[in-house]
């Protein structure tokens, strides 16, 4: 189940209701949907502030 605005946005099995709109909708995030190899699930990967796709700033190093 997936709650917006005090509401049920989505009701269902993880692999029929996860979707990339529905977290940009419910989490106002953008995301890459990927099926977890161990189990078949849904894996939800951010794509995080300030980090591009395609390897063009993968890693930040720490000082």
């Known amino acids: 189940m997936a709650v ?6 989505a009701e269902g099995k993880p692999e029929d209701i996860v979707t990339q709109d529905m977290v ?3 989490f106002q995030m953008e ?5 977890d190899p161990l ?5 939800c990967i951010p794509h ?5 796709l ?6 930040t ?3």
Do not use: D
């Open 54 to 59: 395609n390897g063009e700033q993968r890693y």
């Open 4 to 9: 917006h605005n005090k509401s049920i946005y």
């Open 31 to 35: 995301c890459e949907i990927a099926v």
């Open 39 to 43: 189990f078949g699930t849904p894996t």
């Open 24 to 26: 940009r909708k419910v």
């Open 61 to 63: 190093q720490l000082a």
């Open 48 to 52: 995080g502030r300030g980090r591009k």
